[in-house]
């Protein structure tokens, strides 16, 4: 007899339920292994007491005096979780014979249970975020197949989760190569991937990110962003540009006012050069007028029914000078638009480009230049095809281009290339006998800018302007008179002293504008960027007015090149 009863509680014992039984009397019978565990007591103090007096909680008694069972009860026992069923057993006349409890721990189940309740609110969670964003997303899992796109999505690529889900990443792209397959690849994100995307071949930049997941590469994510709109836009802003300079040479030899035997000299040559297709160079301090002399030779040369293309060469980022110059081919690089582009030289076919500020072009943008001048023809950026272009090429620079050559920053071939016919327009302080005529001359073109009737100036006021310097030039003189218009009252007709700024006070707005001070009540909590940014604007405001606008002058002042001081005015708006 003892062997088999073993055997029973051995297996008994075996079993992962915990199992409490009791006879009729309700004294325990049976208290396995894992009912041990659970309850935390030996067998010695549970068998054969009363069931209610050794275990707390248990309805074991009261489900024997029932006799109706209890099933998937759960039951909290210290920090566990008990799930039982407790069951009454009958002879087979129907007496109650004894009462039996299986129940087992499902803590753990619980805590799962829980989580998924958290997961469920996570995915809710992710998908209305990324449904309400206005960028596209699409999701692809380990295979590159699609996993999740977004109502953006949609509305970018035309595309519909019937289109895209469980199909190869590939189906959206119009062109370019799937950058959900390079992340898959290399494991690695990407960013700003240029491509076409869906039937309606819209233009995008992708950025890319792999999904890890415990160590493991499970997907990718790619955000696409929309640029067909930003390419339609400096589409449009391109054409204005080029209605702007085809506008924009108006001025004629007529334009230029100055009696002096020094301006009339350089008139002279300007006029030579006009007939012959050579290239010139302009040389003369900023605000001398060599813009108006670029237009002037422009007009009166065989080409005037070309275009004049002007372009300042530290206006531009000296990364993309070249580009702009010659122009590339579509995809040669990121953010290069479809089609490609013309370049300025090409746009200029047939016609002159103004090359102000030639001084400031990099060796790379030597070379090619000095390639147009000899062979007439042009390199576009990712291509190796020559084009021919027929340019008239007028250069103009206030740097030192003899010393620049001498110190190797300007390539020597380059310098006589340009140098064949310059012309040297002298700074407005050696020739003052032309202040009366220029102001006349301004005085009417500003009456016409203003809509004002302004007819002349006090002898007074014209002794203040002929003792000044001008170190900004003719721009300078303009600038003052302008100031001065601004400060006269509706039909006084004469500049008188007092209607002019101070002398070195004109460039720009003249006074700081009210924002520029400093605040009334001192710091206010405005960020260090913020107030670095106000402060350099002041300081390159004064900068350029003491220097009357000039701004090679400012440049060397303030210790910083002529093209990061563009840079800094066209951020600052001061242009
Ligand atoms: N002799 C002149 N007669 C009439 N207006 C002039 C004369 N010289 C210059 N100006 C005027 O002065 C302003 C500055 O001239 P311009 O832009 O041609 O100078 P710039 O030498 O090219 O200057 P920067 O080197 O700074 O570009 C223009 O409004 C121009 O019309």
Redesign the pocket.
Known sequence: MERPETDIERILDSIHEGLLAVDAAGRVTLFNRAARRLMGLSAARVLGRPVAEVIPNTRLHLVLKSGRAELDRTQQVGNITILTNRVPLKDAAGRITGAVAVFRDISEIERLAGETVSLRETRTLLHAIINSTQDAISVVDEHGLGLLINPAYTRLTGLTEEDVLNRPPTVDIAEGESVHLQVLRTGRAVRNVPMKVGPKRKEVLVDAAPIVVNGLLKGSVGVIHDVSEIRRLSDELERARRLIRRLEAR?TFE????ESNE?LAAVEQARKAAETPATVI?R????????????AIHQASPRCGGQFVRV?CAAIPETLLESELFGYVEGSFTGARRGGRKGYFAEADGGTIFL??VGEINPGVQVKLLRVLQEHEIVRVGDSRPLNVDVRVIA???ANLEQMVRRGHFREDLYYRLNVLPVH?PP?RRRRG?VPL?VN??LR?LNQEYGRNVAGISPEALQLLMNYDWPG???E??NVLGRALINMKRGETQVQAVHLPPLGMSVGEGAAMPEDEAPPGGYQGETLAVLRERWERRVLQEALQKNG????RTARMLGISLRSLYNKMERYGLV
């Open positions: 001025y334009d230029i006012a100055g301006l302009l003369g301090e900023s605000g001398t007028g060599k813009e108006l002399f670029a237009h300042n102000d500020e103009a620079t206030n327009i407005l032309d220029l001359f301004l073109k030039n003719v721009r003189l303009e606008g000039n701004r090679t």
